[in-house]
């Protein structure tokens, strides 16, 4: 538990990065998000963020 802080810090900038996509594209959501991480060295950790953006509008 002592290294979950740190990925949570890890993943937010990668979230950050296609919340800002997908306002680039006109969407005011993003459906069916995954984040994964792996660690290949100490140190060195990968993040993978994706998601479908999408137009919610009222019905």
Do not use: E, N, T, V
């Given at each position: 538990m002592g290294?979950?802080?740190r990925i949570i810090e890890?993943?937010?900038p990668s979230y950050d990065?296609?919340?800002?996509r997908a306002g680039q594209?006109?969407?005011n959501?993003?459906?069916?998000v995954r984040c994964q991480t792996q660690g290949y060295?100490?140190?060195v950790l990968e993040v993978l963020?994706?998601?479908t953006a999408v137009l919610v509008a009222p019905l």
């Open positions: 290294s979950q802080p890890r993943i937010h990065k296609i919340c800002k594209m006109d969407a959501a993003i459906i069916g060295l100490q140190g963020c994706y998601g």
